[in-house]
C-alpha cells in the first residue's frame, strides 16, 4: 500500500472549516484513499473514503486531485468535539490481510 | 445502534495467565479484524477473519489464537500473557470480501480493550 504524508497537527477555530491535507503520491491506479480519526482513548472512526471523484457525507467532504497524487479532508463546521487524531490511508483491499496502515496522522485541536 | 461491541473494557492480567477478549458485531459483516495499538502507535494488524470458519494471520499473530465463531463473534486469546502484550486491542468489522462487488469498504471500530500484564 502507498505511504501518505501528512502535517503532525493542526489547530482550527470552532466554526469554522478544517482542511486536513494528505500527501500520497506513490498511489497506484486501483488504491483508494481513506481517512479514519481517533478520538482519544477511543476506537478509531471512519470518516470517508474515495477513489478518484471527490466524496461527501454527512461528516465531511473528501478533495482528491485530478493526478491523485493527494487529497484534502474537509470538515465543514468544525466543532470541540472533531479534535482528534485524522489518518489518511491507502489502500487496496482486501489485498495482503487486509491491513489498515495506520501513520502518524494529523492531530487537529479544535480551539474555541 | 451497537456496531461492534467488545468486552472487557479493562483487564490486568499476571504474567503467564490466559485469557479470552470477545468481540460481536451486529451490522451482518463478512470480515473482522484483530488490531492492538501501544502508546503513541499505530494500529497493526493481529489475526484477521474474511469469513465466518477462515482466519488468516496479520502482522503480529505471534502469543495470539483467535476464534470465528459464527459470523457476529471474533475472540481472541492470549494463551500465556506476557508483559510485552500489554497494549489496547481493538476489533474491527466490514462488509468487505474477496471477489464480487464489496472489495473496498472501510472498517468499523469498537472501543478497544485495555489491557495491562504485570
Known amino acids: 500500500d502507498a505511504k501518505t504524508t501528512q502535517p503532525p497537527s493542526m489547530d482550527c477555530a470552532e466554526g469554522r472549516a478544517a482542511n486536513l491535507p494528505c500527501n500520497h503520491s506513490t498511489i497506484s491506479g486501483n488504491e483508494y484513499v481513506y481517512w479514519y480519526r481517533q478520538i482519544h482513548s477511543q476506537g478509531p472512526q471512519y470518516i470517508i473514503h474515495?477513489?478518484?471523484n471527490n466524496e461527501t457525507n454527512e461528516m465531511a467532504s473528501l478533495i482528491i486531485t485530478e493526478d491523485r497524487k493527494s487529497s484534502t479532508l474537509i470538515l465543514p463546521h468544525a466543532t470541540l468535539r472533531d479534535t482528534a487524531v485524522y489518518y489518511c490511508i491507502v489502500r487496496v483491499g482486501p489485498a495482503r490481510g487486509n491491513m489498515l496502515t495506520f501513520g502518524g496522522g494529523t492531530r487537529l485541536m479544535v480551539k474555541p | 445502534n451497537a456496531g461492534v461491541t467488545q468486552t472487557p473494557k479493562f483487564q490486568v492480567l499476571k504474567t503467564g495467565q490466559s485469557m479470552t477478549l470477545q468481540c460481536a458485531q451486529d451490522?451482518?459483516?463478512?470480515?473482522m479484524y484483530w488490531y492492538r495499538q501501544d502508546p503513541g502507535m499505530g494500529l497493526r494488524l493481529i489475526y484477521y477473519s474474511a469469513s465466518e470458519g477462515t482466519t488468516d494471520k496479520g502482522e503480529v499473530p505471534n502469543g495470539y489464537n483467535v476464534s470465528r465463531l459464527n459470523k457476529r463473534e471474533f475472540s481472541l486469546r492470549l494463551e500465556s500473557a506476557a508483559p510485552s502484550q500489554t497494549s489496547v486491542y481493538f476489533c474491527?468489522?466490514?462488509?468487505?470480501?474477496?471477489?464480487?462487488?464489496?472489495?473496498?469498504?472501510?472498517?468499523?471500530f469498537g472501543d478497544g480493550t485495555r489491557l495491562s500484564i504485570l
Open positions: 451490522m451482518n459483516h463478512n470480515s
Open positions: 474491527a468489522s466490514s462488509e468487505e470480501r474477496e471477489g464480487g462487488t464489496r472489495r473496498n469498504q472501510p472498517q468499523h
Open positions: 474515495g477513489l478518484k
